[in-house]
């Protein structure tokens, strides 16, 4: 999974930055990128495991 969400994250902001270079910009299409890219992001920090999450394992075990 980790390998399709990662190109299609390049391509959306690819596609986000060529269009805000074009001579007629197109604000819809910056806005769906930007939002597969925030998706993409979303969903790789989910995998990320939380850096406080062996202090709350402790205090559970001390109560």
Not at 5 to 22: G, N, Y
Not at 41 to 56: A, C, D, E, I, V
């Amino acid at each position: 999974m980790k390998k399709l969400i990662i190109p299609m994250m390049f391509v959306a902001i690819l596609v986000a930055f060529f269009e805000q270079v074009s001579a007629d910009k197109n604000v819809y299409i910056t806005v769906i990128a930007l939002a597969v890219f925030m998706f993409g992001m979303m969903r790789l920090s989910s995998k990320t495991p939380s850096k406080n999450q062996n202090n709350h394992d402790k205090d559970k075990k001390d109560v």
